[in-house]
């Protein structure tokens, strides 16, 4: 590996050290300019994880996140001749809901919940890269799913 590269909205504060081993490129998501910044950088390896979160509520603003700027993370992809791309989904793509089986795996169904628009956007999202993934063989497509783990002291949400 040559170099890491990273996207992300200017801050208003100081970098933070632990993170100066990645070159950091300043852009939103939300603009096409990331699309060209990405295209301009020909990564071998992409990895999305920017998302806006508001579990019970979905704001235009969320959505342009979520669901667009995936859209022009991947069309950078594309036009990069990136070689992979995982991009982040989450267990609750299954459904958060009474009577939903303990254990799932990468065959279960997902579901959208018109009540829950985070789970609705990760579905979504997944559907988007499956459809990206059918467009561009050539470029390896992971969606990983990973789970919220709570416990007597949790604070990630």
């Given at each position: 590996?040559?170099?890491?590269?990273?996207?992300?909205?200017?801050?208003?504060?100081?970098?933070?050290?632990?993170?100066?081993?990645?070159g950091?490129?300043?852009?939103?998501?939300?603009?096409?300019?990331?699309?060209?910044?990405?295209?301009?950088?020909?990564?071998?390896v992409?990895?999305?994880?920017?998302?806006?979160?508001?579990?019970?509520?979905?704001?235009?603003?969320?959505?342009?996140?979520?669901?667009?700027?995936?859209?022009?993370?991947?069309?950078?992809?594309?036009?990069?001749?990136?070689?992979?791309?995982?991009?982040?989904?989450?267990?609750v793509?299954?459904?958060?809901?009474?009577?939903i089986?303990?254990?799932?795996?990468?065959?279960?169904?997902?579901?959208?919940?018109?009540?829950?628009?985070?789970?609705?956007?990760?579905?979504?999202?997944?559907?988007?890269?499956?459809?990206?993934?059918?467009?561009?063989?050539?470029?390896?497509?992971?969606?990983?799913?990973?789970?919220?783990?709570?416990?007597?002291?949790?604070?990630?949400?």
């Amino acid at each position: 590996m040559e170099s890491v590269q990273q996207v992300d909205r200017p801050r208003r504060q100081a970098p933070d050290p632990e993170s100066a081993c990645a070159g950091r490129l300043h852009g939103d998501i939300r603009d096409r300019e990331t699309t060209r910044i990405i295209a301009s950088e020909r990564p071998d390896v992409i990895v999305h994880m920017a998302y806006a979160v508001d579990f019970l509520r979905r704001t235009e603003e969320e959505q342009s996140v979520n669901l667009g700027g995936l859209e022009r993370v991947l069309a950078g992809a594309e036009q990069a001749g990136c070689r992979q791309i995982v991009v982040l989904s989450s267990t609750v793509a299954y459904g958060a809901y009474p009577g939903i089986a303990t254990f799932q795996d990468e065959e279960d169904p997902v579901c959208i919940q018109p009540s829950l628009p985070y789970a609705r956007d990760k579905v979504l999202t997944e559907r988007i890269c499956r459809d990206f993934a059918r467009r561009n063989p050539n470029i390896k497509t992971c969606v990983a799913r990973p789970a919220i783990v709570v416990g007597p002291n949790w604070g990630n949400l």
